[in-house]
């Protein structure tokens, strides 16, 4: 099980049941996650341990934590992680919790992904359906110092790489 902790213009489109708790099975921790109104509509949702971020599709909304585990695999392959890890990833990620949003520097980084990715968009000239630019732009956004790794692995992809390194399951 993983939480989907989720910004308010999110939580509006998906509507879902809010709950409270805070556990997670899942090695890459909480997810945070926010709507951007590009044309079509995508959902950046970023990992709270690494802060590893990964863009899709929004539509349809109501299926966007079904959808998701499958693109973070496309991503974690992206990035070179071992299968072993992504199957037991995504196998943890069979049921979802909702919550609001509750760290702030995770929704600082949000922020901050989206006025990349805007840049990015733009260099991908992303158009409707084109999923992989959605992959290349997150992976550049992977790529991205994060102050909250400054004192580790400076940007999500390198913390991701540290985590799968150091075996951590949750």
Not at 131 to 139: C, G, P, R, Y
Request: glycine share 4%; net charge neutral.
């Amino acid at each position: 099980m993983f939480h989907l902790h989720c910004t308010k213009k999110l939580l509006d489109r998906i509507k879902p049941e809010i709950d409270a708790s805070v556990s997670s099975d899942t090695a890459l921790g909480h997810w945070y996650a926010t709507v951007l109104f590009w044309k079509p509509q995508v959902a950046l949702l970023v990992s709270e341990r690494t802060l590893l971020p990964v863009l899709m599709p929004l539509a349809p909304a109501a299926t966007l934590a079904r959808r998701f585990p499958a693109q973070l695999a496309l991503i974690l392959k992206e990035h070179g992680a071992p299968s072993e890890f992504i199957a037991q990833e995504v196998w943890r990620m069979d049921k979802v919790q909702y919550a609001k949003t509750a760290n702030r520097s995770v929704v600082g980084i949000l922020n901050e992904f989206v006025r990349q990715a805007e840049f990015w968009l733009a260099a991908y000239a992303y158009e409707k359906g084109d999923d992989d630019d959605l992959l290349a732009i997150s992976a550049k956004l992977a790529e991205t110092p994060c102050s909250p790794l400054y004192k580790g692995p400076i940007s999500p992809d390198r913390a991701l790489h540290e985590l799968v390194r150091a075996g951590v399951q949750a």
